[in-house]
């Protein structure tokens, strides 16, 4: 069963001088993320994912299209009883200490108060808080803060996480436990939705990822499938003469030279077997031949790089 | 205990951790204090002296409270975003605009009840009196603290905190004075003028039907008929405000 399914939605905000004109910050996504996933939305800043994610919380209203999150339209509040929400660089009420917070937060959730006071230790524990848990949240720490945002995200034990950037603002020890956190949810049959710029984490962590750039859809579908499309083979010759560098530039996706040798990068098995043929024609020799499988990060930036990427 | 009341107690905790609330209440007390030496230098008149001052502080003290904290309730939620991790709590905005307003109506009570209390104190170290009948004056004073703090929260649904506060100033101004408006017509030759004034008459708080501090300072009974019908005044025109809050919060982009 689909968890979230997001039916063309788009949102326009007024611009320019007495807001007369408008500018389209998410256009026309539909996506279908399916119970127990751990899906990544990710994108350059300005693309649109804390928009989604923010349609999707009900705070903003879409210009078009519609949300559904287990079934039900965004905001209905038993869907909001089942789900956690991390926003992005959260803030919270700088007066309460951690432990209030989280016992304001599990009030409002209808927890009982020795449900609360255990699974705020609980939590506390999990994101290394315990001692600052009596701390005003005014004295906490980016990283501190971000880490009590998790806590609050996931106090309801929620079918379905969304959490806005999660990594930001942790160190590497941080970022350690916030990956095995994100496991430990999707283990517990949490389905997790989240928005990263860190995308070596993404590629760890998502089964499935989307991809948008301002505002579009580029790509979306399993990592697996996604990184296999963008395999390169990586060729490197000796003793290339002028007339077959100019062949090989028709063929290679890009041509490298590395003092008396050449490093060519090809597309696939057809373009290697052309480059074959023309070394032995043209007496050079081959030195090396390997696949390089690309990072999540290389075809991201390619993707968007690409002029005029579209919805795919 | 319901979401509402969740949002409201956390309101009140916000609310009376803040040290400015502390300054205006003690500022206030040594108003009420003041009062017992302007006394001393008013002959046959200590007692309405101390009264009037006193009553006059519990009100101008309770409006800068209500405007004050009223026009951040909503806005400085959203300009810290502490609201993105609220609202997809399951609370409805509604619950939300409830809630930090009676959250406000609660520190204001607890504030106006320490602010009778001082009130009391000097009256009867003064002169050993006990007039429950002053009670009838703070009493219709914390309704229009309540008027004043739904008229903040309305502005603040939609504006910015200042133009809030300068919005619910001067409908507390037009409020004391909406009297004259319905009489505009006796004293300027228009038809249209007087037909303007008496639309803002009825759209505007009529702040005059909690206004008995000079009844009571002077002796006149103040009906118990004269409280209800300002109660229920109030109470519906909160209720309007509230709801028009509601409506426009609930449509809101929090960007």
């Known amino acids: 069963m689909p968890h979230v399914e997001i039916d063309g939605l788009t949102k326009d905000y007024a611009a320019g001088s007495f807001a007369l004109k408008t500018k389209r910050v998410l256009d026309h996504l539909t996506l279908t993320i399916d119970e127990g996933e751990i899906f990544g939305l990710i994108g350059p800043n300005g693309a649109g994912k804390t928009t989604t994610l923010k349609l999707l919380m009900g705070l903003i209203f879409p210009t078009e299209g519609s949300a559904k ?6 905001g209905d509040l038993s869907v909001k009883a089942e789900i956690g929400f991390l926003p992005e660089q959260p803030y919270f009420y700088d007066y309460l200490t951690g432990r209030e917070l989280l016992d304001y937060f599990g009030q409002l959730f209808g927890m009982s108060r020795e449900a609360r006071r255990q699974r705020i230790e609980e939590l506390l524990r999990r994101v290394d808080l315990v001692e600052a848990g009596d701390v005003q949240l005014r004295k906490y720490s980016k990283g501190m803060t971000q880490r009590l945002g ?28 916030m990956t095995t956190l994100i496991r430990d949810l999707h283990r517990d049959g949490c389905t997790v939705l989240f928005c990263s710029h860190i995308l ?4 760890a962590l998502c089964s499935r990822v989307a991809i948008l750039n301002q505002g579009k ?26 007339p077959l560098e100019q062949s090989l530039a028709g063929i ?19 373009a290697l077997q052309g480059v074959l043929g023309l070394v032995q024609q043209n007496g050079a020799s081959l030195v090396s031949v390997h696949s390089v499988k690309q990072t999540l990060e290389d075809y991201f930036v390619r993707e968007v790089a690409r002029p005029g990427a579209e919805q795919s | 205990m319901s979401r509402i009341a969740y949002i409201a107690l956390n309101t009140y905790r916000e609310t009376v951790r803040d040290k400015v609330l502390y300054n205006l209440v003690l500022f206030a007390l040594i108003m009420i204090g003041s009062s017992y030496i302007l006394s001393q230098i008013s002959i046959y008149q200590e007692v309405k002296i101390i009264k009037d001052l006193g009553l006059a502080s519990i009100a101008v003290f309770g409006s800068v409270i209500a405007v004050f904290i009223g026009i951040g309730l909503v806005s400085k939620e959203m300009d ?14 509604t619950h939300f605009i409830l809630g930090k307003y009676f959250g406000l109506c609660l520190t204001l009570a607890v504030n106006v009840t320490i602010m009778t209390a001082g009130f009391y104190a000097l009256l009867f170290v003064h002169s050993r009196i006990f007039e429950p009948s002053l009670l ?41 004075f909406s009297t004259d408006l319905k009489h505009f017509d006796t004293v300027v030759d228009s038809s249209f003028l007087p037909q303007l004034t008496q639309v803002i008459y009825y759209l505007v708080p009529n702040l005059r039907n ?32 509230l709801v028009l809050a509601a409506v426009i919060f609930n449509r809101r982009n929090l960007k």
């Open chain 1, 150 to 177: 998790v806590a609050q995200a996931i106090l309801n034990r929620p079918r379905i996480a969304f959490l806005d950037e999660p990594m930001s603002g942790l160190d590497p020890m941080g970022r350690r436990d």
């Open chain 1, 69 to 74: 999150i287990l079934d039900k339209p965004v």
């Open chain 1, 217 to 242: 859809k580029v790509k979306e579908g399993k990592l697996a499938d996604i990184l296999d499309l963008s395999l390169t083979i990586e060729v490197v010759l000796a003793n290339v003469s002028g």
């Open chain 1, 200 to 203: 070596p984490d993404v590629e």
């Open chain 2, 136 to 176: 009838k004056a703070i009493y219709l004073i914390y309704f229009e603290l309540a008027i004043l703090t739904a008229l903040a929260l309305l502005f603040s649904t939609f504006t910015s905190a200042i133009l809030s506060g300068v919005l619910t100033g001067f409908l507390y101004v037009v409020g004391h």
């Open chain 1, 252 to 270: 290679a996706k890009n041509l490298q030279r590395l003092g008396e040798r050449m490093k060519v990068e090809l597309e696939d098995q057809g």
């Open chain 2, 80 to 93: 810290k975003r502490t609201v993105y991790s609220l609202l997809p709590k399951p609370v409805s905005r």
């Open chain 2, 210 to 241: 909690f206004d008995v501090k000079s009844r009571v300072v002077s002796g006149d009974a103040v009906p118990f008929s004269l409280l209800g019908y300002s109660t229920a005044y109030g109470v519906l025109y909160i209720a309007i405000l």
